[in-house]
């Protein structure tokens, strides 16, 4: 591990299961690992990412793990949510080759994480610009387990979670409806959505100056993750802690067009 992170130098191989349009220009995969029965499955902490080798290709495509830990653990999936770019041999094949069946192997990695002994104490701002989404829907859905774990009244005393999505059109809004349903059946979970395109309705620094002050980021022990394409972490990052909030409690990352930048 790095800084106490899970990371593996190391690959594993792993077959994809299925994949399916999620957005006009995202796709969803799914993999499982393939290994011995009796050999555990590699850990990793929600935010981080991946390296996939994919065939018969010599680079390697970085993209965050959209699934929960859980998830792996339980069923040994991980999924990825993958934007077209076509200057990304890795994305491109994603979007134009990949089918179910298909071997690849992958190595975990990334320091934008949620830790363990934050995941059920902490309210957190979640921030995501376009498919800055599929980290922050690890975190998001690693909440969801939580509340399901839990007794119903327990639920309810779990810290707050609010999610911030933009994106250039409504259809581009990856997870919406798993997002919106998630927030009606549990009182700790909200989440808004910005289209950028239509009206320039973007997540302004002023909006979340106004947010800052209405959840009190700088006391309550909140955690906010920003991630988005470049410009927009550092920008709104910079703002949050303008408005109180301590740096060793703002995680973010950008993301270029060929996949996801490793900040370390």
């Known amino acids: 591990s790095v800084g106490g992170m899970p990371c593996s130098s190391s690959f594993h191989p792993a077959v994809v299961t299925a994949t399916r349009m999620l957005t006009p220009t995202v796709r969803h995969v799914t993999l499982r690992l393939q290994l011995p029965e009796q050999q555990p499955a590699p850990t990793f902490l929600p935010g981080q990412w991946l390296d996939l080798a994919a065939p018969g290709l010599s680079e390697l495509g970085g993209f965050s793990i959209c699934s929960t830990p859980g998830c792996l653990a339980t069923d040994r999936c991980l999924e990825l949510a ?3 770019a076509p200057a990304s041999p890795p994305a491109r094949w994603i979007h134009e080759a ?23 104490t902490r309210p957190l ?12 829907m690890s975190i998001f859905r690693q909440r969801v387990e939580l509340a399901e774990a839990a007794a119903a009244a327990a639920a309810d005393s779990l810290p707050k979670t609010l999610l911030l999505h933009s994106a250039g059109s409504p259809d581009e809004l990856a997870f919406r409806d798993l997002i919106a349903d998630e927030c009606s059946r549990w009182r700790r979970l909200e989440a808004r959505w910005f289209v950028t395109g239509q009206s320039g309705e973007r997540i302004r620094p002023d ?17 906010a993750f920003v991630c ?21 409690r703002l995680r973010r990352e950008d993301w270029s067009l060929g996949g996801e930048t490793d900040p370390s």
């Open 125 to 136: 701002l979640l921030v995501a610009g376009g498919i800055g989404i599929s980290p922050l």
């Open 82 to 84: 993958v934007r077209r």
């Open 228 to 248: 988005g394409p470049p410009g927009m972490a550092e920008q709104l990052g910079d703002t949050l802690m303008a408005a109180g909030l301590p740096q060793d």
């Open 98 to 120: 990949c089918r179910p069946g298909d071997r690849v192997s992958l190595r975990i990695g990334g320091r934008c994480v949620l830790r363990p002994d934050e995941a059920a």
């Open 207 to 223: 909006y979340l100056t106004r947010l800052a002050e209405e959840l009190r980021l700088s006391e309550d022990g909140w955690l």
